[in-house]
Protein backbone atom coordinates (compact mmCIF):
# COMPACT_ATOMS: atom_id res chain seq x y z
CA UNK A 1 0.00 0.00 0.00
CA UNK A 2 1.09 3.52 -0.82
CA UNK A 3 0.86 6.37 1.39
CA UNK A 4 2.09 9.67 0.23
CA UNK A 5 -0.18 11.70 1.90
CA UNK A 6 1.53 10.41 5.53
CA UNK A 7 4.88 11.07 3.85
CA UNK A 8 3.89 14.45 3.02
CA UNK A 9 2.52 14.94 7.05
CA UNK A 10 5.92 13.50 8.27
CA UNK A 11 8.02 15.80 6.55
CA UNK A 12 5.68 18.89 7.25
CA UNK A 13 6.29 17.95 10.36
CA UNK A 14 9.85 17.92 10.94
CA UNK A 15 10.22 20.65 8.43
CA UNK A 16 8.59 22.67 11.20
CA UNK A 17 11.57 22.59 13.67
CA UNK A 18 12.99 25.81 14.42
CA UNK A 19 16.59 26.60 14.39
CA UNK A 20 18.42 28.63 12.23
CA UNK A 21 22.55 29.31 12.04
CA UNK A 22 23.53 32.70 10.99
CA UNK A 23 24.85 32.87 8.13
CA UNK A 24 28.84 32.92 7.34
CA UNK A 25 30.38 35.19 5.36
CA UNK A 26 30.40 34.91 1.72
CA UNK A 27 34.52 34.87 1.50
CA UNK A 28 34.02 31.48 3.99
CA UNK A 29 31.35 30.32 2.27
CA UNK A 30 31.04 26.98 0.03
CA UNK A 31 28.42 25.47 -2.29
CA UNK A 32 28.22 21.99 -3.46
CA UNK A 33 25.72 21.70 -6.20
CA UNK A 34 24.72 18.46 -6.77
CA UNK A 35 22.42 17.39 -10.11
CA UNK A 36 20.36 13.79 -9.52
CA UNK A 37 19.78 13.05 -13.21
CA UNK A 38 16.35 12.50 -13.34
CA UNK A 39 14.88 12.57 -10.45
CA UNK A 40 11.45 14.19 -10.65
CA UNK A 41 10.23 16.05 -7.36
CA UNK A 42 7.74 13.92 -6.54
CA UNK A 43 9.95 10.98 -5.89
CA UNK A 44 10.87 12.64 -2.74
CA UNK A 45 7.60 11.49 -0.90
CA UNK A 46 7.39 8.16 -2.35
CA UNK A 47 7.01 5.71 0.54
CA UNK A 48 8.42 3.05 -1.95
CA UNK A 49 12.01 4.89 -1.84
CA UNK A 50 14.11 4.80 0.59
CA UNK A 51 16.13 8.15 0.58
CA UNK A 52 16.81 9.09 4.15
CA UNK A 53 19.90 11.61 3.50
CA UNK A 54 17.96 13.85 1.00
CA UNK A 55 14.87 13.81 3.42
CA UNK A 56 17.24 14.91 6.16
CA UNK A 57 18.08 17.90 4.04
CA UNK A 58 14.83 18.64 3.56
CA UNK A 59 13.85 18.39 7.46
CA UNK A 60 17.25 20.85 7.77
CA UNK A 61 16.72 23.17 5.28
CA UNK A 62 13.99 24.39 2.48
CA UNK A 63 12.46 21.95 -0.92
CA UNK A 64 9.93 23.03 -3.26
CA UNK A 65 6.67 21.35 -4.18
CA UNK A 66 8.49 20.97 -7.87
CA UNK A 67 11.12 22.86 -10.13
CA UNK A 68 10.04 23.73 -13.90
CA UNK A 69 12.84 22.42 -16.40
CA UNK A 70 13.35 24.33 -19.71
CA UNK A 71 12.64 22.88 -23.50
CA UNK A 72 13.80 20.50 -24.44
CA UNK A 73 13.93 18.90 -21.30
CA UNK A 74 16.92 17.10 -21.98
CA UNK A 75 20.31 16.91 -19.66
CA UNK A 76 22.65 19.22 -22.08
CA UNK A 77 20.46 22.43 -22.39
CA UNK A 78 18.98 21.55 -18.24
CA UNK A 79 22.52 21.10 -16.81
CA UNK A 80 23.85 24.49 -18.80
CA UNK A 81 20.51 26.75 -17.56
CA UNK A 82 21.11 25.76 -14.15
CA UNK A 83 24.51 26.67 -14.01
CA UNK A 84 24.12 30.06 -15.86
CA UNK A 85 20.43 31.14 -15.23
CA UNK A 86 19.33 31.53 -18.51
CA UNK A 87 17.34 29.37 -21.26
CA UNK A 88 18.33 27.79 -24.25
CA UNK A 89 17.47 30.86 -26.07
CA UNK A 90 20.41 33.01 -24.72
CA UNK A 91 23.24 30.08 -23.66
CA UNK A 92 22.67 28.19 -26.96
CA UNK A 93 23.02 24.92 -25.87
CA UNK A 94 19.72 23.16 -27.77
CA UNK A 95 20.24 19.65 -27.44
CA UNK A 96 22.72 16.96 -26.40
CA UNK A 97 23.54 16.52 -30.03
CA UNK A 98 23.06 19.64 -32.42
CA UNK A 99 23.24 19.97 -35.95
CA UNK A 100 25.05 22.85 -38.08
CA UNK A 101 22.49 23.63 -40.88
CA UNK A 102 25.48 25.70 -42.05
CA UNK A 103 28.34 23.71 -42.37
CA UNK A 104 26.41 20.04 -42.12
CA UNK A 105 28.18 19.39 -38.76
CA UNK A 106 26.71 16.75 -36.52
CA UNK A 107 28.06 16.82 -32.67
CA UNK A 108 27.83 15.92 -29.17
CA UNK A 109 27.74 19.54 -27.84
CA UNK A 110 29.50 17.87 -24.63
CA UNK A 111 32.53 17.27 -26.57
CA UNK A 112 33.16 20.80 -27.66
CA UNK A 113 35.10 22.95 -25.26
CA UNK A 114 33.47 24.95 -23.18
CA UNK A 115 34.57 27.77 -24.88
CA UNK A 116 32.60 26.50 -27.48
CA UNK A 117 29.65 24.88 -26.16
CA UNK A 118 27.93 27.48 -24.02
CA UNK A 119 28.02 31.23 -25.20
CA UNK A 120 27.21 33.19 -21.73
CA UNK A 121 29.38 32.92 -18.58
CA UNK A 122 28.70 30.17 -15.61
CA UNK A 123 29.09 30.25 -12.07
CA UNK A 124 32.49 29.32 -12.34
CA UNK A 125 33.38 31.86 -14.30
CA UNK A 126 31.99 33.85 -11.47
CA UNK A 127 33.70 31.86 -9.14
CA UNK A 128 37.21 32.21 -10.90
CA UNK A 129 36.53 35.44 -11.31
CA UNK A 130 36.47 36.04 -7.49
CA UNK A 131 39.52 34.08 -7.19
CA UNK A 132 37.77 30.98 -5.86
CA UNK A 133 39.04 27.33 -5.92
CA UNK A 134 36.36 25.38 -8.32
CA UNK A 135 35.68 21.55 -8.86
CA UNK A 136 33.15 19.94 -11.54
CA UNK A 137 32.64 16.06 -11.93
CA UNK A 138 31.19 14.80 -15.15
CA UNK A 139 29.07 18.36 -15.72
CA UNK A 140 27.87 19.04 -18.88
CA UNK A 141 29.54 21.35 -21.52
CA UNK A 142 32.43 21.62 -18.87
CA UNK A 143 35.45 20.55 -21.19
CA UNK A 144 39.03 22.07 -21.14
CA UNK A 145 37.26 24.78 -18.76
CA UNK A 146 39.85 27.11 -17.73
CA UNK A 147 37.28 28.23 -14.77
CA UNK A 148 37.98 24.79 -13.26
CA UNK A 149 40.31 23.72 -10.80
CA UNK A 150 39.75 20.10 -10.35
CA UNK A 151 37.88 18.46 -13.20
CA UNK A 152 36.17 15.37 -15.05
CA UNK A 153 34.09 16.91 -17.55
CA UNK A 154 31.48 14.96 -19.22
CA UNK A 155 33.22 13.96 -22.11
CA UNK A 156 31.80 11.05 -24.76
CA UNK A 157 33.86 8.73 -27.29
CA UNK A 158 32.58 7.96 -30.49
CA UNK A 159 30.36 4.88 -29.35
CA UNK A 160 28.90 6.85 -25.96
CA UNK A 161 31.31 6.12 -23.31
CA UNK A 162 32.57 8.25 -21.08
CA UNK A 163 36.47 9.62 -22.84
CA UNK A 164 39.15 9.94 -20.16
CA UNK A 165 41.28 11.48 -22.35
CA UNK A 166 38.56 14.75 -21.66
CA UNK A 167 40.57 14.54 -17.94
CA UNK A 168 43.90 16.09 -17.17
CA UNK A 169 46.02 13.16 -17.06
CA UNK A 170 47.86 14.62 -13.86
CA UNK A 171 44.16 14.83 -11.78
CA UNK A 172 43.46 11.17 -12.38
CA UNK A 173 46.72 10.22 -11.16
CA UNK A 174 46.36 12.35 -7.92
CA UNK A 175 43.11 10.70 -8.00
CA UNK A 176 44.52 7.00 -8.32
CA UNK A 177 47.63 7.61 -5.57
CA UNK A 178 44.68 8.63 -2.80
CA UNK A 179 42.49 5.44 -3.56
CA UNK A 180 39.98 6.79 -6.06
CA UNK A 181 39.86 3.89 -8.62
CA UNK A 182 38.77 7.00 -11.10
CA UNK A 183 39.71 4.16 -14.42
CA UNK A 184 36.75 2.04 -13.31
CA UNK A 185 34.21 5.06 -13.50
CA UNK A 186 35.30 5.39 -16.91
CA UNK A 187 35.28 1.95 -17.75
CA UNK A 188 31.82 0.96 -16.11
CA UNK A 189 30.32 3.86 -17.10
CA UNK A 190 28.17 2.42 -20.14
CA UNK A 191 27.97 -0.83 -18.57
CA UNK A 192 24.08 -0.53 -17.14
CA UNK A 193 25.07 -3.13 -14.08
CA UNK A 194 27.62 -1.41 -13.32
CA UNK A 195 26.46 2.34 -13.73
CA UNK A 196 25.47 2.76 -10.30
CA UNK A 197 29.35 1.68 -8.98
CA UNK A 198 30.55 4.25 -11.33
CA UNK A 199 28.42 6.90 -9.64
CA UNK A 200 29.79 5.82 -6.30
CA UNK A 201 33.37 6.17 -7.86
CA UNK A 202 32.94 9.54 -8.82
CA UNK A 203 31.40 10.47 -5.78
CA UNK A 204 34.63 9.52 -4.12
CA UNK A 205 36.44 11.69 -6.53
CA UNK A 206 34.71 14.72 -5.34
CA UNK A 207 35.01 13.64 -1.59
CA UNK A 208 38.71 13.46 -1.97
CA UNK A 209 38.70 17.23 -3.10
CA UNK A 210 36.40 18.42 -1.04
CA UNK A 211 38.80 17.29 2.01
CA UNK A 212 41.54 17.86 0.74
CA UNK A 213 40.83 21.33 -1.29
CA UNK A 214 37.87 22.44 0.36
CA UNK A 215 36.31 24.40 -3.22
CA UNK A 216 34.12 26.91 -2.79
CA UNK A 217 32.33 26.17 -5.30
CA UNK A 218 31.90 22.46 -6.37
CA UNK A 219 29.26 20.83 -9.14
CA UNK A 220 28.83 17.19 -9.55
CA UNK A 221 26.22 15.27 -11.77
CA UNK A 222 25.01 11.26 -10.79
CA UNK A 223 23.81 9.93 -13.95
CA UNK A 224 22.81 6.62 -13.29
CA UNK A 225 19.08 7.38 -12.46
CA UNK A 226 18.52 8.54 -15.81
CA UNK A 227 20.06 5.93 -17.71
CA UNK A 228 18.31 2.83 -15.20
CA UNK A 229 15.09 5.12 -16.20
CA UNK A 230 15.29 5.51 -19.70
CA UNK A 231 15.79 1.58 -20.33
CA UNK A 232 13.38 -0.07 -17.29
CA UNK A 233 10.90 2.91 -16.26
CA UNK A 234 10.95 4.95 -13.51
CA UNK A 235 8.67 2.23 -11.50
CA UNK A 236 10.91 -0.56 -11.76
CA UNK A 237 12.98 -1.98 -9.08
CA UNK A 238 16.20 -0.95 -10.35
CA UNK A 239 15.01 2.33 -11.11
CA UNK A 240 14.26 2.64 -7.35
CA UNK A 241 17.69 1.10 -6.21
CA UNK A 242 19.29 3.67 -8.28
CA UNK A 243 17.56 6.27 -6.56
CA UNK A 244 18.55 4.92 -2.96
CA UNK A 245 22.21 4.69 -4.69
CA UNK A 246 22.16 8.32 -5.47
CA UNK A 247 21.05 9.16 -1.95
CA UNK A 248 23.79 7.20 -0.62
CA UNK A 249 26.58 9.52 -2.60
CA UNK A 250 24.78 12.70 -1.01
CA UNK A 251 25.21 10.98 2.18
CA UNK A 252 28.62 10.69 1.62
CA UNK A 253 29.40 13.92 0.31
CA UNK A 254 27.88 15.50 2.97
CA UNK A 255 30.25 14.00 5.84
CA UNK A 256 32.92 14.55 3.57
CA UNK A 257 32.52 18.38 4.34
CA UNK A 258 32.51 17.51 8.01
CA UNK A 259 35.57 15.96 7.95
CA UNK A 260 37.12 19.05 6.07
CA UNK A 261 35.63 21.43 8.45
CA UNK A 262 33.31 23.21 6.55
CA UNK A 263 29.57 21.78 7.25
CA UNK A 264 28.88 24.59 8.86
CA UNK A 265 29.62 26.84 6.10
CA UNK A 266 28.54 24.67 3.32
CA UNK A 267 25.13 25.00 1.28
CA UNK A 268 23.85 22.14 -0.40
CA UNK A 269 22.02 22.86 -3.70
CA UNK A 270 20.40 19.78 -4.48
CA UNK A 271 18.73 19.54 -8.11
CA UNK A 272 17.83 17.67 -11.43
CA UNK A 273 17.49 18.40 -14.85
CA UNK A 274 14.10 16.65 -15.04
CA UNK A 275 11.83 14.08 -14.08
CA UNK A 276 10.78 10.95 -16.05
CA UNK A 277 7.36 9.96 -17.52
CA UNK A 278 6.16 6.90 -19.64
CA UNK A 279 4.65 7.39 -23.03
CA UNK A 280 2.88 4.61 -24.56
CA UNK A 281 1.57 6.13 -28.04
CA UNK A 282 2.16 7.56 -30.51
CA UNK A 283 0.63 10.07 -33.47
CA UNK A 284 2.39 10.48 -37.01
CA UNK A 285 2.08 13.51 -38.82
CA UNK A 286 3.82 12.91 -41.89
CA UNK A 287 0.73 11.82 -44.21
CA UNK A 288 -0.88 15.55 -43.36
CA UNK A 289 1.79 16.94 -45.69
CA UNK A 290 1.78 14.26 -47.88
CA UNK A 291 -1.94 14.88 -48.37
CA UNK A 292 -1.50 18.82 -48.77
CA UNK A 293 1.11 18.18 -51.86
CA UNK A 294 3.74 19.79 -49.28
CA UNK A 295 6.35 17.57 -49.16
CA UNK A 296 8.12 19.55 -51.53
CA UNK A 297 8.36 23.04 -49.74
CA UNK A 298 9.12 21.52 -46.20
CA UNK A 299 11.35 19.21 -44.04
CA UNK A 300 10.26 17.26 -41.45
CA UNK A 301 12.63 16.61 -38.47
CA UNK A 302 12.46 14.57 -35.34
CA UNK A 303 13.48 16.38 -32.11
CA UNK A 304 13.31 14.15 -29.27
CA UNK A 305 9.52 13.68 -28.48
CA UNK A 306 8.54 16.52 -31.14
CA UNK A 307 8.66 16.67 -35.02
CA UNK A 308 9.69 20.25 -36.53
CA UNK A 309 9.07 21.76 -39.69
CA UNK A 310 11.70 23.49 -41.79
CA UNK A 311 10.99 25.30 -44.84
CA UNK A 312 12.58 24.54 -47.75
CA UNK A 313 13.30 27.01 -50.74
CA UNK A 314 10.46 25.71 -52.56
CA UNK A 315 8.23 27.44 -50.28
CA UNK A 316 6.20 30.01 -51.41
CA UNK A 317 4.43 31.78 -48.88
CA UNK A 318 1.96 33.42 -51.73
CA UNK A 319 1.05 30.06 -52.70
CA UNK A 320 1.72 27.55 -49.91
CA UNK A 321 1.23 29.57 -46.60
CA UNK A 322 -2.57 28.28 -46.80
CA UNK A 323 -2.09 24.87 -47.36
CA UNK A 324 0.58 25.11 -44.16
CA UNK A 325 -2.19 26.44 -42.04
CA UNK A 326 -4.68 23.84 -42.99
CA UNK A 327 -2.29 21.59 -41.84
CA UNK A 328 -1.61 22.58 -38.98
CA UNK A 329 -5.72 23.01 -37.94
CA UNK A 330 -5.85 19.09 -38.85
CA UNK A 331 -2.80 18.35 -36.97
CA UNK A 332 -4.40 20.47 -33.62
CA UNK A 333 -7.91 18.21 -34.17
CA UNK A 334 -5.49 14.55 -34.02
CA UNK A 335 -5.71 13.24 -30.57
CA UNK A 336 -2.01 13.58 -28.76
CA UNK A 337 -0.79 16.57 -30.87
CA UNK A 338 -1.27 19.73 -28.08
CA UNK A 339 0.83 22.71 -30.13
CA UNK A 340 2.17 23.83 -33.20
CA UNK A 341 5.31 26.52 -31.84
CA UNK A 342 4.88 28.89 -34.75
CA UNK A 343 8.51 30.94 -35.17
CA UNK A 344 7.11 34.40 -33.02
CA UNK A 345 6.54 31.89 -30.00
CA UNK A 346 10.19 30.19 -29.96
CA UNK A 347 11.29 33.03 -27.43
CA UNK A 348 8.15 32.26 -25.05
CA UNK A 349 9.68 28.38 -24.77
CA UNK A 350 13.12 30.05 -24.56
CA UNK A 351 14.54 28.88 -27.92
CA UNK A 352 16.01 30.83 -30.57
CA UNK A 353 14.57 31.37 -34.07
CA UNK A 354 15.05 29.24 -37.57
CA UNK A 355 16.68 32.72 -38.33
CA UNK A 356 18.71 33.50 -35.21
CA UNK A 357 20.84 30.52 -34.74
CA UNK A 358 21.75 28.29 -37.46
CA UNK A 359 21.47 24.89 -35.10
CA UNK A 360 17.94 25.37 -35.45
CA UNK A 361 15.92 22.61 -37.15
CA UNK A 362 13.04 24.33 -38.22
CA UNK A 363 10.46 27.00 -38.30
CA UNK A 364 7.84 25.17 -36.56
CA UNK A 365 7.35 22.78 -33.72
CA UNK A 366 4.75 19.73 -33.13
CA UNK A 367 4.34 18.95 -29.37
CA UNK A 368 2.32 15.97 -28.33
CA UNK A 369 1.19 15.90 -25.39
CA UNK A 370 2.35 13.91 -22.14
CA UNK A 371 1.68 10.54 -23.42
CA UNK A 372 2.13 10.78 -26.80
CA UNK A 373 5.42 10.52 -28.88
CA UNK A 374 5.14 12.97 -32.37
CA UNK A 375 6.51 10.98 -35.53
CA UNK A 376 7.56 10.79 -39.57
CA UNK A 377 6.42 7.72 -40.23
CA UNK A 378 6.55 7.92 -44.16
CA UNK A 379 5.61 4.29 -44.87
CA UNK A 380 2.18 4.67 -42.99
CA UNK A 381 -1.12 6.86 -44.26
CA UNK A 382 -2.53 7.06 -41.06
CA UNK A 383 -2.52 10.04 -38.29
CA UNK A 384 -4.19 8.28 -36.04
CA UNK A 385 -2.87 8.03 -32.43
CA UNK A 386 -1.49 4.46 -31.74
CA UNK A 387 -0.31 2.77 -28.93
CA UNK A 388 3.58 1.98 -29.55
CA UNK A 389 4.90 -1.27 -29.75
CA UNK A 390 7.32 -0.88 -26.51
CA UNK A 391 6.45 1.92 -24.31
CA UNK A 392 9.15 4.85 -24.34
CA UNK A 393 10.65 6.19 -20.96
CA UNK A 394 11.21 9.72 -21.59
CA UNK A 395 11.46 13.39 -20.43
CA UNK A 396 12.05 15.45 -23.46
CA UNK A 397 8.38 17.49 -23.75
CA UNK A 398 7.33 20.60 -23.38
CA UNK A 399 7.93 21.47 -19.39
CA UNK A 400 3.68 21.43 -18.47
CA UNK A 401 3.69 17.97 -16.57
CA UNK A 402 4.45 17.22 -12.92
CA UNK A 403 5.79 14.27 -14.01
CA UNK A 404 9.01 15.61 -15.30
CA UNK A 405 9.22 18.54 -12.66
CA UNK A 406 12.98 18.24 -11.01
CA UNK A 407 13.66 18.27 -7.67
CA UNK A 408 15.34 21.39 -5.80
CA UNK A 409 16.71 21.38 -2.02
CA UNK A 410 18.57 23.69 -0.70
CA UNK A 411 20.20 23.26 3.16
CA UNK A 412 23.15 24.25 5.09
CA UNK A 413 24.98 27.70 5.52
CA UNK A 414 22.66 30.84 5.01
CA UNK A 415 19.54 28.70 4.29
CA UNK A 416 16.21 28.71 6.54
CA UNK A 417 15.17 25.49 7.96
CA UNK A 418 11.26 24.41 7.89
CA UNK A 419 10.04 26.31 4.90
CA UNK A 420 8.46 24.53 1.96
CA UNK A 421 8.26 26.31 -1.49
CA UNK A 422 5.41 26.50 -4.23
CA UNK A 423 7.07 25.99 -8.16
CA UNK A 424 10.25 27.35 -8.67
CA UNK A 425 12.43 27.55 -11.42
CA UNK A 426 15.72 25.91 -12.70
CA UNK A 427 16.81 29.24 -13.78
CA UNK A 428 16.84 30.23 -10.24
CA UNK A 429 19.80 28.00 -9.06
CA UNK A 430 22.52 30.61 -10.45
CA UNK A 431 20.98 33.80 -8.93
CA UNK A 432 20.66 31.93 -5.80
CA UNK A 433 24.16 30.68 -5.88
CA UNK A 434 25.60 33.87 -6.87
CA UNK A 435 24.27 35.81 -4.00
CA UNK A 436 25.20 33.08 -1.49
CA UNK A 437 29.03 33.36 -2.68
CA UNK A 438 28.78 36.92 -3.81
CA UNK A 439 29.18 36.24 -7.20
CA UNK A 440 29.07 38.78 -10.15
CA UNK A 441 26.47 37.83 -12.76
CA UNK A 442 24.31 39.91 -14.87
CA UNK A 443 21.26 39.72 -16.92
CA UNK A 444 20.02 36.55 -15.86
CA UNK A 445 16.70 34.75 -16.27
CA UNK A 446 16.05 33.17 -13.00
CA UNK A 447 15.49 35.08 -9.54
CA UNK A 448 17.22 34.68 -6.33
CA UNK A 449 15.09 32.56 -4.19
CA UNK A 450 14.87 34.94 -1.23
CA UNK A 451 11.97 33.43 0.71
CA UNK A 452 14.78 30.50 0.98
CA UNK A 453 17.68 32.78 2.54
CA UNK A 454 18.05 33.94 6.21
CA UNK A 455 19.34 37.16 4.95
CA UNK A 456 17.87 37.95 1.71
CA UNK A 457 18.56 40.78 -0.41
Known amino acids: MHRPI ?23 AHVILISLDGFAASRLESEELELPNLRAVARSGVWAKSSETVFPSTDLPAHTSILTGVPPLLHRVLGNRMHNRETGEYFQVTNKPRSESVKVP ?3 DAAKSKGYRTASFFWPASRDDPAVDHNIPFV ?34 SDLPLQVTSDRILTRAAVYVIEKYKPQLLAIRLPAMDRYQHEYGPDHYLAKAAF ?26 IVSDHGFHTIEH ?33 FDAQKHLKSLDRVFEKALALEGISRVVRP ?6 GLPSYDEDPHVLGHYIFLGDSDTRVVIDEASESTRRTVLSAPIHAHDYIPDDDHIDPLF ?7 RSGVRLGRVHNLDVAPTIAYLLDLQMSNLSG ?11
Not at 6 to 28: C, K, N, R, W, Y
Not at 282 to 300: D, I, K, R
Not at 449 to 457: G, M, Q, V
Open 122 to 124: TLF
Open 447 to 457: KILSEALIDPP
Open 344 to 349: YEFAEL
Open 409 to 415: LIAGNGI
Open 282 to 314: SVNVHPLFEQAGLLEEVNLHPYYLSVVVELTEQ
Open 156 to 189: LTGDLKADINGTDPAFLEELRENEVFIDFFFSWY
Open 6 to 28: LVFAALTFVLSIPGEAQPQSSAD
Open 244 to 269: TAADYNVGLIRRATERAGIANETTFV
